[in-house]
């Protein structure tokens, strides 16, 4: 299982979704941004860190989601664990609750996304504050709906390939995917794309005019 530094962790952890998207469609050549819906379910928590990838598939069966359960017991404290579906989007089944939240916080993972619901936020926010992004929040179940099939290979979440090990960002403008073998160059990308924007934004102030400010920097 992949563990970044924590010069990387930190380093993506000040830098906005917004930054590293671009710098991601810069770098790889392609959207590492998810869909919109895909949001922040609990709390206003900033997650960074590397995906454990789970894949669930229908069935009629009453089955706990063993390899999600064995996932969040297994990974390495920092991980993110990244739910897909066979199917696709499922916005009215919640893949994630309460009891996974609490099993995740207390082994060290930073945050759960989903292709599908969460349950159980008012506990969630009451006990632990594990962030989760999902596309939606629903009461429904699992059992006899979906089952897991397998951990730790390529899903589809948010309409986006994620592989185990890429590095997960996400906040309050939502998740964005990094593959693995361009952080190091996502994080020089995206620190440049902030520290300019950075700079532009202080020049409109000055100058009290965005077209000016624009100007410079040919930027929006």
């Not at 941004?33 to 206003?44: F, G, H, L, T, V």
């Not at 064995?70 to 993110?80: N, R």
Request: net charge negative; with cysteine.
């Amino acid at each position: 299982m992949v563990v970044y530094s924590k010069e990387i962790i930190d380093g993506f952890m000040h830098l906005a979704t917004a930054s590293v998207a671009d710098a991601v469609e810069k770098v790889v050549g392609s959207r590492g941004y998810m869909d919109y819906s895909i949001k922040p379910r609990i709390n206003e928590k900033k997650v960074v860190g590397p995906a454990v990838t789970v894949l669930e598939g229908p069935t009629s069966e009453f089955l706990p989601p063993t390899h999600a359960l064995d996932a969040i017991d297994e990974s390495p404290e920092g991980s993110v664990l990244v739910i897909g579906l066979t199917t696709g989007p499922d916005p009215d089944v919640a893949l994630w609750g309460g009891l996974m939240a609490a099993g995740a916080q207390v082994r060290g993972l930073a945050g759960a996304v989903l292709d599908g619901g969460v349950r159980d936020v008012a506990e969630i926010r009451r006990d632990s504050g594990f962030q989760v992004f999902s596309r939606s929040v629903s009461p429904g179940t699992t059992l006899g709906r979906y089952k897991t099939l397998a951990s730790n290979i390529p899903v589809k979440c948010g309409s986006i390939l994620v592989a185990p090990g890429d590095l997960i960002v996400g906040d309050l403008d939502g998740v964005v995917v990094v593959p693995r073998a361009y952080v190091d160059a996502v994080l020089v990308v995206a620190t440049e794309i902030e520290s300019r924007e950075a700079e532009q934004a202080k020049l409109i102030r000055q100058m009290r005019s965005i077209r000016e400010g624009l100007a410079k920097y040919g930027r929006i």
